[in-house]
Nanobody, 125 residues
Framework: QVQLVESGGGSVQAGGSLRLPCAASGSIDAWDSMGWFRQFPGKEREGIAARDSLGSTSYADSVKGRFTISRDNAKNTLYLQMNNLKPEDTAMYYC???????????????????WGQGTQVTVSS
């Protein structure tokens, strides 16, 4: 089974950038799809970025143009590059993976089977 561990969270001023890595404890197939989610206190977990098995990406409107999802197969790591951060980006961020080939936009919690424990991102004004 694949264990996912997010890191790279912390505090940053508005307009700054953070890069979140998500390392897998075990290897996964190259065709596995992946995603990033975030959760605000008292709210449902929401998908913000996804990458399907052929590399096509999807983004929530709230982060489009600012966040980029990518993967490094050699390091078995998923990344979320976050630029031009805003205070409203403050949340817990989670990475997710689905161990199967699929194409399309996958930004729903039910689309994924493996989850990390989350990392906190705080953006100050």
């Amino acid at each position: 089974q694949v264990q996912l561990v997010e890191s790279g969270g912390g505090s940053v001023q508005a307009g700054g950038s953070l890069r979140l890595p998500c390392a897998a404890s075990g290897s996964i197939d190259a065709w596995d799809s992946m995603g990033w989610f975030r959760q605000f206190p008292g709210k449902e977990r929401e998908g913000i970025a996804a990458r399907d098995s052929l590399g096509s990406t999807s983004y929530a409107d709230s982060v489009k143009g600012r966040f980029t999802i990518s993967r490094d197969n050699a390091k078995n790591t998923l990344y979320l590059q976050m630029n031009n951060l805003k205070p409203e980006d403050t949340a817990m961020y989670y990475c997710a993976r689905h161990l199967a080939f699929r194409r399309g936009s996958f930004l729903m919690v039910s689309d994924y089977t493996y989850w990390g424990q989350g990392t906190q991102v705080t953006v100050s004004s």
